[in-house]
């Protein structure tokens, strides 16, 4: 399958996406995840990106995409993938329609997670993360980690992302209202969406996902 995730920063995506694609057997593609690896290593890519994060911007379409396209190009997506944070506004939407269109692919889905804002600013306020690998994620009261501090995946050092002080999260917001939601309208317009809730337990809203994806 080739799925879109799509909601507000804080929704849920990321800790969804590891268990849909897990369940699903397809890779997680996440541009966040990719950009803070970029990051991490020290990269030209994640040189240019940084900025852009720390600000609560998008990154540039050129840098987005190409990075995004040679992800979806790897052996293991071959056969499907979940994309999480891509695409993000109506270029995206429309380069990765192009891209799939000229290998003679197309999107089965676009889930929809909604949440109201005060809910993404108490799950993103109380998230942490892993300074080995920015997937293993976590939240101070609602999915706390074994050990405090330490990441039960690999026992890494947890910590609180750059772009999660408050200021940084209106304008991530501002910018969800204004560039990313609009992507939702145009896969309406293709009969892919599906809206889902994600609040309640991350286990129900897994199982939410699944029964949408399915068709139930
Ligand atoms: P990105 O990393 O994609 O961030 P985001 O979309 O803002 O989403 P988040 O990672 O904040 O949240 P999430 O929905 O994954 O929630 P999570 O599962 O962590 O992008 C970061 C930046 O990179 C962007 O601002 C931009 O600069 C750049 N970028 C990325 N992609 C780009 C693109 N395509 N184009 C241009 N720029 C791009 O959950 C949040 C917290 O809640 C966690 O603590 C979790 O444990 C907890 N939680 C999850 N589910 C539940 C639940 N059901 N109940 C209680 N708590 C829960
Ligand atoms: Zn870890």
């Known amino acids: 399958m080739r799925i879109v995730?799509?909601?507000p920063p804080g929704a849920g995506k990321g800790t969804q996406a590891s268990f849909l694609a897990e369940n699903l057997s397809i890779p997680h593609i996440s541009t966040g995840?990719?950009?803070?690896?970029?990051?991490?290593?020290g990269t030209p890519l994640g040189r240019q990106a940084q900025e852009y994060m720390r600000a609560g911007q998008l990154v540039p379409d050129e840098?987005?995409?190409?990075?995004a396209q040679s992800r979806m190009a790897e052996p293991d997506a071959a056969d499907g993938f979940l994309l999480d944070g891509f695409p993000r506004n109506i270029a995206q939407a429309e380069a990765l329609d192009a891209y799939l269109?000229?290998?003679?692919?197309?999107?089965?889905?676009v889930l929809d997670l909604e949440v109201p804002?005060?809910?993404v600013v108490k799950r993103i306020a109380g998230r942490r993360i892993c300074r080995n690998d920015s997937s293993h994620v976590f939240h101070v009261a609602?999915?706390?980690p074994e050990r405090e501090g330490v990441c039960d995946v690999c026992g890494g050092e947890l910590f609180q992302r750059d772009d999660d002080r408050e200021e940084t999260v209106r304008k991530r917001l501002a910018v969800y209202h204004s560039e990313t939601e609009p992507?939702?309208?145009h896969y309406k317009r293709q009969?892919?969406?599906?809206?889902i809730s994600a609040l309640g337990e991350v286990s129900e809203v897994t199982r939410r996902a699944m029964r949408a994806l399915s068709g139930d």
């Open 5 to 7: 995730l799509v909601g």
């Open 33 to 41: 995840d990719l950009f803070r690896a970029n990051i991490n290593q």
């Open 63 to 67: 840098v987005t995409i190409g990075m």
């Open 101 to 109: 269109v000229e290998g003679g692919r197309q999107l089965d889905a």
């Open 117 to 119: 804002e005060d809910e």
């Open 142 to 144: 609602y999915t706390p």
């Open 183 to 185: 992507i939702i309208d």
């Open 191 to 195: 009969g892919l969406v599906t809206t």
